[in-house]
């Protein structure tokens, strides 16, 4: 089974400033996708980017951008000019190519955004 | 945006009771999931459900677990007998073709 490695539980950042998540994954597979989601206060998770495993060029959503190593199999979240509303858990995920299967999360990053 | 809603928000149960948790998916989608998070891990698969069947489950999803989908509508996940360590939040979640999966606000299930 693919596996999803979140190496940080927690992370802060001031209010502005950027802060990078990590997330490696493992798996065999050539088609995938990956995701980050995020889950306030409220619990609901809530899509933040997705990257297709074919494409080259890191996703970008926003202040919300991706750092997308395939060959290293990493994909790092970065925020810019953090903003109180986006402290949260962040959770990678993995799902495979075809349509149907199952997501793999992460851990979870806690993200606490300093005023 | 269309959404995922589940009900209820929070669950009190009794332990070996049975429990019921909806979910109304986003209609014309095609694939549905529930997933579960217990308090602090990660968030886990149950089971994936498509064409009226199950078709993926986890090794968490036993003999005590069931799903249907039973008025076209709705997707349900039964609990038969509650145990203390079912106590989680679960997410449903419903997907078109493609890649997006959209997630419901989740149930918050506490087993006493």
């Known amino acids: 089974a693919q596996t999803v490695t979140q190496s940080q539980p927690e992370m802060s950042v001031q209010e502005a400033e950027t802060v990078t998540l990590s997330c490696t994954y493992d798996?065999?597979?050539?088609?995938?996708?990956l995701f980050w989601y995020k889950q306030p206060p409220s619990r609901q998770m809530i899509l933040v980017i997705r990257?297709?495993?074919?494409?080259?060029q890191n996703a970008t959503e926003n202040r919300f951008s991706v750092n997308f190593q395939k060959a290293a199999k990493s994909f790092s979240l970065k925020i810019s000019d953090s903003q109180l509303g986006d402290a949260a858990m962040y959770f990678c995920?993995?799902?495979?190519?075809?349509?149907?299967?199952?997501?793999?999360f992460g851990t979870g990053t806690s993200l606490t955004v300093i005023p | 945006e269309p959404e995922v809603t589940q009900t209820p928000s929070h669950q009190v149960t009794q332990m070996g009771q049975e429990v019921i948790l909806r979910c109304v998916p986003i209609?014309?989608?095609?694939?549905f999931y529930w997933y579960r998070q217990i308090l602090g891990q990660k968030v886990e698969f149950l089971v994936s459900?498509?064409?009226?069947?199950?078709?993926?489950k986890s090794e968490i999803f036993d003999d005590q677990f069931s799903v249907e989908r039973p008025d076209g509508s709705n997707f349900t996940l039964k609990i038969r007998s509650t145990k203390l360590e079912d106590s989680a939040m679960y997410f449903c979640?419903?997907?078109?073709?493609?890649?997006?999966?959209?997630f419901g606000q989740g149930t918050r299930l506490t087993v006493v």
């Open positions: 798996t065999s597979e050539s088609d995938y996708y």
């Open positions: 995920a993995y799902r495979s190519g075809n349509t149907g299967n199952q997501f793999y």
């Open positions: 209609s014309n989608h095609l694939y």
């Open positions: 459900f498509y064409n009226n069947e199950i078709s993926e």
């Open positions: 990257q297709e495993a074919y494409k080259q």
């Open positions: 979640a419903s997907q078109q073709m493609g890649v997006r999966a959209f």
